[in-house]
């Protein structure tokens, strides 16, 4: 494994204690040795693996925090993630409640565990404490009358969260290369409390490809980004306002959150916030192919 990679991996603000990192890089090695000699994963890897590398948080802040039976109304949701400081923010607190995250999960699915979901075509609906984390790094750029852009918007939770801060002179936009996603995301909407934004226009959601941004209403002063870049894409930067900020995971099988800054001058600063697991940012045929 190359040193680079550890360093990548590691250069966040949160890090899990040495034997979690330990034991989570040894199932890494002992998963990609196995595939010759097709050995079974000892208890203790399998227990690692399955519980680091199935959400988005790699290395995370807390460890999970209720199970599907002991949750069953947003707000119990939100009042754990305050609880266990995930959320500290009455503004995210308020739209996290006031947008139900049951109508935007598969059907039969435990909608306020603190877990990602899969809502097909490779793609996933990120766990709560994710949601809460990157509202609250975008919180000052969801002001109303802003402009706020969701890359990777696929069931169109966020989105509808952006626009319920930035409000009705605001403009919160969707993009997403899946058409099906596209449309049932606006179904999803039209069931929620972001309906009358979306009837009225100031929320849309558009089919395209993310890692080239929308530049119809460009400039933005937040754009979150649902999936892993290898890269930062240029035109995100480029649509980014000065002033604005945008949280995009990068990174192939490390990635790590990052923060990016456009300041007034135009100048860039990125800084590194936790270590996270997304499926990848690719094109619509490479996803469909689950590559």
């Known amino acids: ?43 203790l890897l399998a227990a690692v693996t399955a ?83 990157c509202l609250q790094l975008l919180e000052e750029n969801l002001k109303p009358g802003m402009h706020a852009l969701d890359v990777g918007s696929g069931t169109g939770y966020l989105t509808a969260c952006f626009a319920l801060m930035v409000e009705p002179e605001g403009r919160a936009v969707g993009v997403e290369h899946i058409p099906e996603l596209v449309a049932s995301s606006i179904e999803n909407i039209q069931k929620s409390a972001a309906a009358p934004l979306l009837k009225e226009g100031s929320l849309s959601i558009h089919v395209g490809d993310g890692r080239l941004g929308w530049p119809e209403f460009a400039p933005y002063d937040a754009i979150h980004v649902g999936a892993a870049a290898p890269d930062i894409p240029p035109a995100l930067i480029e649509q980014l306002k000065p002033g604005g900020r945008m949280v995009i995971p990068v990174g192939n099988l490390f990635q790590c959150l990052k923060v990016v800054d456009k300041n007034p001058d135009g100048s860039i600063s990125v800084r590194d916030e936790t270590s996270v697991r997304y499926v990848p940012l690719t094109s619509r045929e490479a996803q469909l192919r689950g590559n």
């Open 51 to 133: 519980n680091v590398c199935t959400g988005n948080s790699l290395v995370r802040r807390m460890e999970r925090l209720w199970t599907g039976s002991g949750i069953n109304k947003k707000k119990a949701m939100v009042e754990h993630l305050q609880r266990y400081g995930v959320i500290t923010s009455k503004k995210v607190s308020e739209v996290m409640e006031t947008v139900d995250r049951a109508l935007f999960v598969p059907e039969g699915t435990p909608p306020y565990v603190d877990s990602p979901m899969q809502i097909g075509h490779n793609a996933t609906i990120s766990a709560p404490h994710m949601h809460a984390m």
């Open 1 to 43: 494994m190359p040193t680079s990679s550890v360093v990548v991996a590691y250069g966040c603000r949160y890090c899990a204690p040495l034997n979690r990192r330990l034991l989570y890089f040894a199932a890494r090695r002992y998963l990609h040795h196995r595939r010759r000699s097709r050995l079974p994963l000892p208890p």
